[in-house]
């Protein structure tokens, strides 16, 4: 397969390692540099007399040095990866040494030795616990105990929000702009408090909207409604059937272990495409979120995973990487989020993935999935047919023909008059200008295939493919 460098900076978590694998990233630095389907291979000269030797299982990928480092991959295996993806040429050794074979016998080895998940262990309705101790019953009624406790708290921190929100459209919007941070945050707090992270999150990015263009009333508006609708909901959860109860907590911000998740939910298995991976620092650790699409389910799939201190993440996912295996989805009104299973790469795909949507398509799905799930924040939705173009007020959008985008009316749709185009509609783009103008360069001015995620307001592009018509050079 052919690596590309932002497949392999992927796979480097730590910023300083990066940093320490582009410096060894030379050919001057190697020797003995080789490679086959499924493993590469070099030794990188050091300080001391012996070079390290450095080790990449391609087929996960995985890493291994003579280095006494304990991050994975070490600068040798960064640099190795980079020099693989900018001069694979360099790599022209076709048999491994004896120490890359004998590692990867013995991962062959050890993952043939794995043995397989069991499923978890049920008892009949009619059926008593074998030799139940008193000792676990005991632990059981606590947990309840604790449970009513804290479900007690986020109720009565879910009256006062209410009655907050309430107070706080009594005032206006016009009021609500003029208060300081502190009044934002210590309503946040309170909900902290009151174990509600979910709802304080929310709350904290109210005075954010003031800054983010002059629709921020109705953006404002739009959040608060969704808020109180929590609110209330979460004063009835002892009422609501077991699915929507699920979907509410999650709000709230109670968490649901991965380990539970495997447990009661059914695993979707099926070849897996990554769409797009995107990451961010919060509070001294790495998010990463990445979209990944079923090839025969055309399944969305939403795999979000932390890094701390430079470790690797859990799953050595890339971009545009394909895998064979199981996807385990959270309880919801709409799933999206999944818990990776046993994922096998088998290699990556250049092509625009196939399928795709316009826009009057989108909208109905959306609209479908908000009635179903009210606070719904984007749907993942791959875009087919549209022209990156920018508008007379310096926007940018997605331009489709009107024959074949939409009959919709939709006041999220950019009237056709702002782009003097009057035979074509578009969706609205969230990006900023160098992204957009990446956008119309790639393009040539045809059509692209974008996948990316729908506001409600707004579709933003996380990764697009060139048409085959953008390629074909011109007579």
Request: hydrophobic share 40%; proline share 9%.
């Amino acid at each position: 397969m052919t690596w590309t460098e932002a497949q392999a900076r992927a796979l480097i978590t730590d910023a300083g390692t990066l940093k320490r694998g582009q410096e060894l990233a030379s050919p001057t630095k190697w020797g003995n540099l080789g490679q086959t389907d499924t493993a590469a291979w070099g030794e990188c000269k050091g300080s001391g007399s012996k070079p390290y030797q450095t080790g990449i299982d391609l087929t996960e990928p995985a890493f291994k040095c003579s280095c006494p480092s304990r991050v994975f991959p070490c600068k040798h295996g960064a640099g190795l990866l980079l020099l693989l993806a900018r001069q694979p040429e360099l790599l022209s050794g076709v048999t491994p040494p004896p120490w890359l074979r004998e590692w990867l016998n013995k991962r062959q080895q050890t993952q043939g030795k794995k043995p397989p998940k069991s499923a978890p262990e049920t008892t009949l309705p009619d059926e008593e616990p074998a030799s139940a101790p008193v000792a676990t019953s005991d632990a059981e009624v606590a947990r309840k105990k604790r449970e009513a406790q804290r479900l007690g708290r986020m109720q009565q921190g879910a009256a006062e929000l209410e009655t907050w929100l309430i107070d706080l459209m009594r005032a206006g919007l016009a009021a609500a702009e003029g208060q300081p941070l502190s009044f934002w945050e210590n309503q946040a707090a309170r909900l902290v408090d009151n174990q509600l992270p979910g709802l304080a999150s929310v709350v904290r990015e109210l005075p954010t909207l003031r800054h983010q263009g002059p629709t921020w009333p109705e953006r404002m508006l739009g959040q608060v409604g969704e808020l109180y609708l929590l609110a209330r909901t979460a004063r009835n959860l002892e009422h609501l059937p077991p699915e929507i109860r699920q979907e509410v907590l999650q709000q709230l911000g109670v968490n649901v272990k991965k380990e539970d998740v495997l447990a009661t939910q059914p695993a979707v298995t099926d070849q897996w495409l990554v769409l797009s991976q995107t990451t961010t620092e919060e509070e001294r650790l790495l998010v990463r979120r990445s979209w990944l699409q079923g090839q025969e389910t055309d399944r969305f799939a939403l795999v979000v995973e932390f890094s701390f201190g430079g470790q690797a993440f859990p799953t050595p996912l890339i971009p545009t990487g394909r895998y064979a295996g199981s996807l385990t989805f959270y309880p919801g009104l709409l799933p999206l989020r999944a818990v990776p299973g046993q994922l096998n790469f088998f290699g990556t795909s250049s092509l625009a993935p196939v399928g795709g949507t316009m826009p009057a398509e989108l909208l109905e799905a959306y609209a479908t999935g908000l009635a179903r799930q009210p606070w719904l924040r984007e749907l993942p939705v791959l875009l087919t047919g549209g022209v990156p173009q920018q508008t007379t007020t310096g926007a940018w959008v997605l331009q489709f023909p009107l024959s074949e985008a939409t009959t919709s009316t939709s006041p999220a749709l950019v009237t056709s008059a702002e782009t003097d185009t009057p035979a074509e509609v578009s969706l609205p783009l969230a990006c900023d200008e160098l992204h957009g103008w990446a956008l119309r360069a790639v393009s040539g001015g045809h059509p692209l295939t974008v996948f990316g995620e729908w506001t409600g307001a707004a579709f933003r592009p996380l990764t697009h493919w060139p048409s085959p018509v953008a390629l074909t050079p011109s007579a």
